[in-house]
C-alpha cells in the first residue's frame, strides 16, 4: 500500500500525540465534581457550568431525583405551605450539569477521585464538598437514630419533617410539647425557635389555649430572642416557656419509651418531644479528612477552598464560615464565590474578590414575620460582618406583614436560582 505525504504525516501527529498523553488531557475540558445538591451544591453546579459557557465539565452527585427544602419547611409545619411547595425537581440539565443519582462514598484526594456507591469512579479537577450536616445523635443522652422515630429531630428535610407534621396535629388540647433546643453552630440559627412559634400557632389555632411548649436550651441568649419573646407574650400568652442552663440546671436525659425529658431539677413529661441535637458536616467530608476537631471544615475565607486541600472547596452548612451563620441564604451566597474562583482557576477567567451576604426570615404569627442578615467580607483570614441589620421589637403590623411577604418572595426566587 502506498502512504502519501498527507497520511503521513497524520499518522506521525497520532503517534505524537499517543506518546505524550500529556497533550491529550491538556485538550480535554476541565472536570468539576460537586457533591451534594441542596443550596450550596446545586447554585455550584449550576452557575459553573452555566458561566463557562460549556467550558468546564461539571457533574453533580446527589441521590435525590428533587429536594425538599429544610428552610420553610417550619412554615409547612405551620400549615403556611403544602410539602409540594417545598420539593423542588432538579432542572440543570440545560446549562450542561451532569446529575449522577448516587451517594458519594469515598474521596480519594491523592488520585483526585470521587468513588460513588455502586464502586464506579468519578475523576475530578477540581472538587466541591457540599454535603449539609450530620445529626450527633449521641450528644443527646437517651436519643439515638431508632429514637429518632418517636422524638423526631425534623433537622433533616423529608420523613422526618412528616413525622414532626402528623405528632403535631395529633396532639390534644392540654398537650405538653418539650423541645431540645441545639448547642451552637447548627444549621439555621433561628429555626428552632420559629418552629416554637408556629407550632404554638397551630395550637392556638384550634382552641388549644390550655397546651404548653417547654424549650430546654443549652445556651442562654439565641438568634432573634428578643423578637421571638416579644412575639411569644404578644400571640401565645402563657403557651411558650423558654428555660437556659439557669433555669434547667443542664440536661440529664430524654426516655423515648416513656416520654420524659429529664434535667438536673425535674423529668417532665411530655406528649411530643422535639430532640434536636448537636451537629457536624456531612459524613462524606469528615471521612475525607476535611474537618478539623470541631467536626466542620476550615476554609480559605476569600474563596471557601479547603485549608486541607487546594484542589476542594467547602461550602454550606459543612463549613467553618465565621461570622456567616450556617442558612440556605448563606450556602447560595458562598455557592456564587466558589463558582468564580473555580471558573478562575480552571479557566484563566477574571474572578473577583469576594462578597458574601445572608438573611433570615423569622414567622412569628401570620402576616408576622421579622428578620436578620448583613454583609460578609474576608478579613483577617476569617469571613466577618461588615454590615449587619435586624427587625426591631414593637415594629407595627403593616412593616411586618411586608417583611413576611418578603420572605415569601425570597423563597421563590432562591428556589428558582439554586433548582432551576
Request: proline content about 6%; overall charge positive; some cysteine.
Amino acid at each position: 500500500m502506498t502512504i502519501d505525504r498527507r497520511q503521513f504525516s497524520t499518522g506521525l501527529l497520532a503517534a505524537s500525540l499517543i506518546a505524550m498523553p500529556g497533550v491529550l488531557r491538556a485538550q480535554a475540558k476541565p472536570r468539576v465534581v460537586v457533591i451534594g445538591g441542596g443550596p450550596g451544591g446545586a447554585t455550584v453546579a449550576k452557575y459553573v457550568a452555566r458561566d463557562s459557557q460549556g467550558a468546564i465539565d461539571v457533574t453533580m452527585v446527589e441521590p435525590l431525583e428533587q429536594f425538599i427544602t429544610c428552610f420553610h419547611s417550619n412554615l409547612f409545619l405551620g400549615d403556611m405551605r403544602s410539602m409540594a411547595s417545598i420539593t423542588h425537581p432538579y432542572k440543570l440539565g440545560g446549562y450542561g450539569v451532569k446529575h449522577v443519582r448516587q451517594m458519594a462514598a469515598a474521596i480519594d484526594r491523592d488520585k483526585k477521585q470521587v468513588r460513588l456507591a455502586d464502586g464506579s469512579v468519578l475523576d475530578y479537577d477540581r472538587l466541591v464538598v457540599a454535603p449539609g450536616i450530620d445529626i450527633k445523635f449521641d450528644s443527646v443522652p437517651g436519643y439515638s437514630e431508632a429514637a429518632a422515630e418517636i422524638m423526631p429531630h425534623g433537622w433533616k428535610p423529608g420523613a422526618q419533617t412528616l413525622l414532626v407534621k402528623k405528632q403535631l396535629d395529633a396532639l390534644e388540647d392540654g398537650a405538653t410539647i418539650v423541645m431540645l433546643a441545639p448547642p451552637n453552630p447548627y444549621r439555621c440559627p433561628p429555626g428552632p425557635y420559629e418552629r416554637v412559634s408556629v407550632m404554638a400557632m397551630v395550637l392556638k389555632a384550634k382552641g388549644h389555649t390550655k397546651s404548653k411548649i417547654i424549650v430546654i436550651d443549652p445556651k442562654d441568649k439565641f438568634s432573634k430572642m428578643a423578637l421571638f419573646q416579644e412575639g411569644w407574650q404578644k400571640h401565645y400568652p402563657g403557651m411558650v416557656e423558654w428555660m437556659d442552663p439557669k433555669m434547667h440546671g443542664g440536661l440529664k436525659s430524654v426516655d423515648p419509651k416513656a416520654m420524659t425529658v429529664t434535667t438536673d431539677f425535674e423529668t417532665i413529661k411530655a406528649s411530643m418531644v422535639n430532640v434536636i441535637p448537636a451537629q457536624m458536616a456531612g459524613k462524606i467530608a469528615r471521612d475525607s479528612g476535611l474537618a478539623n476537631p470541631s467536626g466542620f471544615c476550615p476554609i480559605d475565607a476569600a474563596s471557601m477552598k479547603s485549608t486541607i486541600d487546594p484542589n476542594i472547596y467547602v461550602l454550606g452548612d459543612a463549613a467553618i464560615a465565621g461570622a456567616m451563620p450556617k442558612s440556605a441564604f448563606s450556602a447560595n451566597s458562598q455557592a456564587k464565590v466558589v463558582a468564580n474562583a473555580v471558573r478562575g482557576d480552571l479557566t484563566g477567567a477574571r474572578t473577583f474578590p469576594a462578597r458574601y451576604a445572608n438573611t433570615c426570615w423569622s414567622v412569628l404569627a401570620k402576616d408576622d414575620t421579622v428578620k436578620v442578615g448583613g454583609r460578609y467580607e474576608p478579613k483577617d483570614g476569617a469571613i466577618a460582618e461588615v454590615e449587619g441589620f435586624v427587625s426591631k421589637t414593637g415594629e407595627e403590623s403593616g412593616l411586618r406583614f411586608q417583611t413576611a411577604e418578603e420572605n415569601m418572595g425570597w423563597y421563590a426566587g432562591i428556589t428558582a436560582d439554586i433548582f432551576a
